[in-house]
C-alpha cells in the first residue's frame, strides 16, 4: 500500500557576502518557528509571510570553534550544519533504511548558500558528505545475516547534456536518457562504483568535482548554471529469507535560480533562445502542474520529458520517494525579487503529494521477472522478422532492452564481492596517485586552480618540475590546459637556480597580479597567474618560501578585482567615497562588484568572437558614471556593455541582463564549433548579431532659472558622455517671448517668479548648432539627433537628423506656452535644468521621430505645457505606484512651501528685532522731544509727512530691490560673455604640425586671450561691487533718515 505524503520543505537564510556588507545591505527576511516572513525594501509596511515545515536562521548568531565549526554564539535561533543534517539528512538515512526512495532538493539563487548546505566547506561539511558517513558506520553496526550493497554515482547536466563526473572519458554530446518498464527513466553508461567505506565515497567525491572543474573549462561553461546530481544506491539483501530491499537516494544540488529579468532576457528578441535554462524553466513547469493536481485541480500533462533533469526526478515529484526540498535565500535587501521568487516557487513545492512505497521484493523472483521479460522481447522481435516489417529503429530498441535485462540478470546473479574485487585495482591505482600528489606538494611549486564556485577551487594542482614546463592545449605539454584563449603552446614555467619564471608565448596572453605581461617574469610565492581568457591560478612557491598565511582569501573576487584596479577601475574612480564621512556608497559599491563579475564574461565573449571571426568587440562601461538628473542629483549606475563591429564601425549599447542571456547562447554556439559542427546560423538566430540602433551619446544641463526671470539665456555647453567626457558642444538659446513670437526685452524682467502665476507664459528654445561632434568624426555614415524634453510632454522632442558633417548648424526652434502658469511650474523653471541629449544615428537605424505629433497645440499653433487637462488625463491611468509617486510629489511640494514659509517667518522676525530696537530708541528719546522748542517740533512733524508721502508714492526698499535686481542682470549678462570666451579658449586647439612658428602664434593667440578673460572677469567683479555698494549706502542712508 502506497504512503501518500506531502514534499517537506525547508527554507535556510544564511550570512550577508561580504558583496551584500559592502553594498550596506539590510535584512529583509525574519524567522518565527517555522515561519518565514520576507519584507519589501521599497515599502518596509508591505509583508509576505510563508510557512513552512522547518526555518533554518543561520544569518546570525554564530562565531567559529577551534575546529573551524560554525557554531551558536548563545543564541538558540542559530542553525548550523549539525541542526540541519538532524533534521533533514537523517530523515534521508531512515527513509532508505526502511526501503523508500529518498531525494533532497536543494533549490535557490546562485550564492544563496545551496552548496554550502549540501556539499558544506572545510570543517563545515554539508548533508551528502554526512549521510554518507552514517550510512556507513550505520551499516558496521547491523546484524551479520544481511548484506548490504551500496553504489555511487555522479552526474551534472548544463546545457541539457549529461555528464558523467566519474569517467575519465567524455562522451560528446554527453550521455543518453532512456526509459524502462520498471525503474522509470535512467542514464545510459553511467558508471555506477560500488563502495565499502565512506573514505571511498570522500574520494570518489574529489574525483567528481576534478572532473566538473576540468568540463566546466572545456565547455566554457559556468557551474552556477550547472545541475549536479549525486546518486546512492543502497541495498540490503535478507539472505535468510532471499528477499532483496532497495533504495535510491537522490542527492540534487541544483542550477541558480535567478529571475529571468534579472538574470539576461528582458528586453532582448533571443529571449527564451537558450537551452541552458531548459530543465529549471521545465521544474517549475512541472511543480505548478503537481501542485495545481494536489488542490484537486484537472491537469491533462505534466511535461516530464520536456528536459533531461525532469525525466531524472519523475520519481522525486509526485512519484515513488519521500522528497525533501531546502530553499536557500539570501537575506538582502537587494536580492528581494529572486529571493520572494524562491520563496513562492517553495510555496508551490510543499503541495506536492508522492506514494512512495517500499521497494522489497524475493530476489529469485526478480530474476523470474527479467526471464520472463526476456521472452516477450525475443517473441516480438521474431514477429518483426516474419512478417518482413522493415522497422530498424523499433528492432534496435527491442534489442537494446534485451541486452540490458541480460545485464541486469548478470548483476544480480555476480556475487557483491566479487563487483568490489573489480575496482579495488582502480582504488589502489588513486590511493597510489594520491601519495604520489602529497609527495610532489612537498617537493615542487605548483599552480592551485581558483574557480568561480568555491567548491571547485583548489581541486586541480599542476606541478612545475625542474627544468622546463610548458603549458597549453597540446596533449605534448607537461601541463595540459584548455579553455578559452588558451593556445597549443601558450607559456612555459622554467624552474632552475632555485627559482620560478613564467614567459608568454607569442600574442598569447598572460597576468601576473593583475598585470599583463609579455615576457620572462619571475614569481613569488602567493602571485595570482591568469592564463587566456580566464583561467585562474594560484602559485604557491618552493617550499622553502611558504609560509602559513591563510590562503582563503585568494578568491575568485580577488584575482577579478586586481584585474580592475589593473585596468584603472576602483571605486574611487566610481566616485564611491562621499565628502562627509569617507564612507563608501552602497550604491556604487554594488555597480563595482557587477563589474568584477563581468570582466571575465567580457573576455571570454570576446575570444569567442575571435575564435568565430565575428569582428565584435565587447566593452564594459558604467552608464550614469557622470550623468544626474533636472534637479542636479547623481542618477543611478549601472554597468552596460558597449560592442562594436571592428570592420564597420558599428556600435550597440547592451544591457548586463541582455548581455549575459547572450552569453549562453554565444557558449552553445561555440561549443558547437569545439566539436567541429557546422556553425552558420540565419542572422535572427545569431546571438552575436542586432540590428543597427541609436546609440545615446551624451547630454548637457541648461538651467532654466532665466525663464523664470523672462531673461533670456544664450548658453554654449559641453554635451557629456556617460564617463564625464566632452562629446560635442552645443549652443542653445533659451528666450523668453510674446505669443507671436517676439522675444522680450530687459524692461519685460520680473523680479519675483511669483509675477507670473495664473499668466500665461511664453519662451522658444533655439538650437543653434552642435560643434566638434567626435561622434562623426570616428566614422563615416553617422549622424546625429538631438532630443529634449520639456515640464509634462507626454514624449521629448527631436531635431531633424544631421549626417556627416562634424561641426552641423541645427537652427530649430520650438514655440512653448502656459497659458495657465502654476505654481508647480514656475518651481519647475527655477530649480530644473533641460536635459539636452545627443543621440548617434547609424545607417541602416531608425531615426528619432522629429514630428510633433501626440503633442497639444494652442491655437497660435505654439507647444503647449503645464496643462491641467493634460496632467488629469494621464493621472486617470496611473496604477497604484504612480500614485505613491504623486503622493511623494505633493510631499516635496509641501516640503519646498514649508521651506518658503520658515524663510517668510525668518525676515519677519529680524523685521520685528529692528521694530523693537527703533520702539525703544523712539521711547527714550521721548522727554527729550517734549523739551524741545515748538518750532522744531513742528519742522519735525512736516518731514515726518514729507517721508510719508514720499514712502508711499515711492518705497525706497522697493527701489533698492529693483536696483538690486538690474545689478545682478547686468553682473549674470557680463558672466555670459566671460563664459563664452572661456569655452572659446578651452576648445582652441593647435593644428596638427610641426611648424614652430604656427605653434608661436597660437600660444600668442592663446596668451591674448586668456588675458582678456581676466580682464572682462575683472571689469565684471568690479563692476557688481560697485553696484552692491551704491545699493547699501542708499539702504544705509534711508535707515539712518527713518530713525532721526
Known amino acids: 500500500m502506497p504512503n501518500v505524503d506531502s514534499v517537506k520543505v525547508a527554507v535556510r537564510v544564511r550570512p550577508f557576502s ?129 548484506q548490504y550493497q551500496i553504489t555511487f554515482s555522479m552526474l551534472e547536466i548544463y546545457n541539457e547534456q549529461v555528464t558523467d563526473l566519474l569517467s575519465k572519458t567524455r562522451k560528446p554530446g554527453g550521455l543518453k536518457i532512456r526509459e524502462d518498464q520498471q525503474q522509470g527513466f535512467y542514464v545510459d553508461g553511467l558508471k555506477l562504483v560500488p563502495c565499502d567505506n565512506y573514505a571511498q565515497i570522500e574520494r570518489l567525491m574529489e574525483q567528481g568535482n576534478k572532473m566538473r572543474t576540468t568540463a566546466t573549462t572545456i565547455m566554457n561553461a559556468t557551474s552556477s548554471r550547472s545541475h549536479m546530481v549525486i546518486t546512492i544506491q543502497f541495498k540490503q539483501i535478507f539472505l535468510g529469507e532471499a528477499i532483496t530491499k532497495q533504495s535510491v537516494i537522490n542527492l540534487v544540488d541544483l542550477a541558480g535560480s535567478e529571475r529571468q529579468k534579472s538574470s539576461g532576457s528582458e528586453k532582448d528578441r533571443l529571449k527564451e533562445g537558450t537551452r541552458v535554462n531548459l530543465s529549471l524553466t521545465t521544474l517549475g513547469n512541472v511543480i505548478s502542474a503537481l501542485a495545481e493536481v494536489a488542490t484537486g485541480k484537472k491537469v491533462l500533462h505534466i511535461p516530464y520529458r520536456d528536459s533531461v533533469l525532469t525525466k531524472l526526478l519523475q520519481s522525486a515529484l509526485g512519484g515513488n520517494s519521500r522528497t525533501i526540498m531546502i530553499a536557500a535565500v539570501s537575506p538582502a535587501d537587494i536580492c528581494y525579487e529572486e529571493t520572494l521568487s524562491t520563496l513562492r516557487y517553495a510555496e508551490r513545492t510543499k503541495k506536492i503529494r508522492n506514494k512512495a512505497v517500499v521497494n522489497t521484493s524475493p530476489t529469485e523472483k526478480l530474476i523470474r521477472e527479467l526471464k520472463a521479460e526476456n521472452n516477450k522481447l525475443l517473441s516480438r522481435l521474431a514477429g518483426l522478422g516474419n512478417m518482413g516489417t522493415l522497422v530498424a529503429d523499433e528492432t534496435q530498441e527491442l534489442r537494446y532492452l534485451l541486452a540490458e535485462n541480460e545485464r541486469q540478470i548478470q548483476n544480480i546473479q555476480v556475487a557483491w564481492e566479487s563487483r568490489l574485487e573489480e575496482t579495488r585495482g582502480e ?103 591568469i592564463l587566456g581568457s580566464n583561467s585562474a591560478f594560484l602559485y604557491v612557491g618552493l617550499p622553502a618560501e611558504r609560509t602559513d598565511e591563510d590562503l582563503s582569501r585568494y578568491d575568485y573576487d580577488f584575482f577579478q578585482s586586481e584585474l580592475a584596479a589593473a585596468e584603472g577601475f576602483s571605486t574611487d574612480k566610481l566616485g564611491a567615497a562621499s565628502s562627509k564621512d569617507s564612507r563608501a556608497d552602497p550604491s556604487i559599491l554594488a555597480v563595482f562588484h557587477d563589474y568584477i563579475k563581468l570582466m571575465p564574461l567580457v573576455a571570454e565573449v570576446n575570444q569567442m568572437s575571435e575564435e568565430l571571426k565575428k569582428d565584435l568587440t565587447f566593452e564594459l562601461k558604467v552608464k550614469n558614471l557622470a550623468a544626474s538628473d533636472s534637479r542636479g542629483y547623481d542618477l543611478q549606475k549601472e554597468i552596460i556593455v558597449k560592442v562594436t563591429h571592428v570592420t564597420t564601425n558599428q556600435v550597440w549599447i547592451w544591457s548586463k541582463a541582455k548581455f549575459i542571456n547572450r552569453k549562453f547562447l554565444m557558449e552553445e554556439l561555440y561549443q558547437r564549433f569545439r566539436e567541429g559542427e557546422d556553425t552558420h546560423v540565419n ?129 530649430e526652434t520650438v514655440h512653448f506656452s502656459a497659458l495657465n502658469a502654476s505654481y508647480e511650474f514656475l518651481n519647475y523653471l527655477q530649480k530644473n535644468a533641460l536635459i539636452v541629449d545627443l543621440w548617434g544615428l547609424q545607417e541602416g537605424c531608425t531615426e528619432m521621430d522629429c514630428s510633433l505629433d501626440g503633442l497639444l497645440l494652442a491655437p497660435e499653433g505654439t507647444i503647449m505645457v503645464d ?102 542682470k547686468i553682473f549674470y549678462q557680463n558672466m555670459n560673455v566671460v563664459r563664452q570666451q572661456f569655452l572659446q579658449l578651452k576648445h582652441s586647439k593647435p593644428l596638427q604640425e610641426d611648424n614652430l612658428q604656427v605653434l608661436h602664434l597660437f600660444t600668442e593667440r592663446q596668451s591674448q586671450l586668456l588675458n582678456d578673460l581676466g580682464k572682462q572677469f575683472e571689469s565684471t567683479i568690479c563692476k557688481l561691487k560697485s553696484d552692491v555698494a551704491v545699493i547699501v549706502k542708499k539702504q544705509q542712508e534711508f535707515i539712518a533718515y527713518s530713525r532721526s
Open 867 to 968: 496643462d491641467p487637462k493634460a496632467l488629469t488625463a494621464n493621472d486617470a491611468g496611473l496604477d497604484t505606484a504612480n500614485h505613491m509617486s504623486e503622493l511623494y510629489q505633493k510631499l516635496l511640494h509641501m516640503e519646498e512651501e514649508t521651506e518658503l514659509l520658515r524663510e517668510i517667518n525668518r525676515a519677519l522676525r529680524e523685521e520685528n528685532l529692528l521694530l523693537k530696537d527703533k520702539l525703544k530708541w523712539d521711547t527714550s528719546h521721548h522727554e527729550k522731544r517734549k523739551s524741545e522748542s515748538p518750532t522744531k517740533a513742528i519742522k519735525m512733524r512736516k518731514q515726518s509727512l514729507s517721508l510719508r508721502e514720499s514712502e508711499a508714492t515711492h518705497s525706497p526698499r522697493t527701489s533698492c530691490d529693483a536696483e538690486f535686481a538690474k545689478a545682478l
Open 427 to 529: 582504488w589502489e591505482q588513486q590511493y597510489t596517485a594520491l601519495a604520489q600528489e602529497r609527495r610532489m606538494m612537498e617537493t615542487f611549486p605548483y599552480l592551485l586552480n581558483i574557480n568561480e564556485d568555491p567548491q571547485l577551487s583548489w581541486v586541480l594542482k599542476h606541478f612545475i618540475q625542474n627544468g622546463s614546463c610548458d603549458v597549453g592545449q597540446s596533449t605534448s605539454n607537461a601541463i595540459i590546459l584548455r579553455g578559452l584563449g588558451i593556445l597549443d603552446k601558450h607559456a612555459t614555467f622554467t624552474n632552475a637556480d632555485g627559482k620560478v619564471t613564467l614567459t608568454p608565448g607569442d600574442k598569447c596572453k598572460a597576468f601576473v597580479n593583475g598585470v599583463l605581461i609579455t615576457g620572462k617574469t619571475k614569481l613569488q610565492h602567493l602571485d595570482r597567474v
Open 683 to 811: 542572422q535572427d538566430s545569431d546571438p552575436f548579431w542586432d540590428p543597427v540602433e541609436v546609440v545615446h551619446l551624451g547630454s548637457a544641463h541648461v538651467w532654466l532659472q532665466s525663464l523664470a526671470y523672462c531673461l533670456q539665456l544664450e548658453e554654449q555647453t559641453e554635451l557629456l558622455n556617460s564617463e564625464g567626457l566632452e562629446e560635442a558642444v552645443v549652443v542653445i538659446n533659451l528666450s523668453p517671448c510674446s505669443r507671436d513670437g517676439r522675444i522680450l526685452g530687459e524692461d519685460d524682467m520680473v523680479i519675483d517668479p511669483l509675477e507670473l502665476l495664473g499668466r500665461r507664459v511664453d519662451f522658444q528654445i533655439h538650437i543653434v548648432e552642435c560643434l566638434g561632434v567626435k561622434w562623426l568624426r570616428d566614422a563615416a555614415g553617422r549622424g546625429i539627433q538631438i532630443g529634449y524634453r520639456v515640464y509634462d510632454l507626454p514624449r521629448s522632442l527631436y531635431t531633424k537628423p544631421v549626417w556627416k558633417n562634424v561641426n552641423p548648424k541645427i537652427e
Open 18 to 146: 561580504q558583496r551584500e556588507k559592502d553594498a550596506g545591505s539590510k535584512c529583509v527576511i525574519s524567522m518565527n518557528s517555522n515561519s518565514t516572513s520576507i519584507y519589501d525594501p521599497r515599502n518596509p509596511g508591505h509583508m509576505k509571510t510563508f510557512t513552512f515545515d522547518l526555518a533554518y536562521w543561520s544569518h546570525s548568531g554564530f562565531l567559529k570553534d577551534k575546529n573551524g565549526m560554525l557554531v551558536s554564539a548563545g543564541s538558540n535561533s542559530y542553525a548550523g550544519q549539525r541542526e540541519v543534517f538532524r533534521d533533514l539528512g537523517e530523515g534521508v538515512l531512515e527513509n532508505a533504511w526502511q526501503g523508500y526512495n529518498a531525494t533532497l532538493l536543494a533549490y535557490g539563487q546562485t550564492g544563496s548558500g545551496k552548496s554550502y548546505s549540501m556539499i558544506g566547506y572545510g570543517a563545515n561539511r554539508g548533508i551528502v558528505p554526512v549521510v554518507c558517513e552514517e550510512l556507513f558506520k550505520a551499516i558496521q553496526n547491523q546484524e551479520k545475516n544481511k
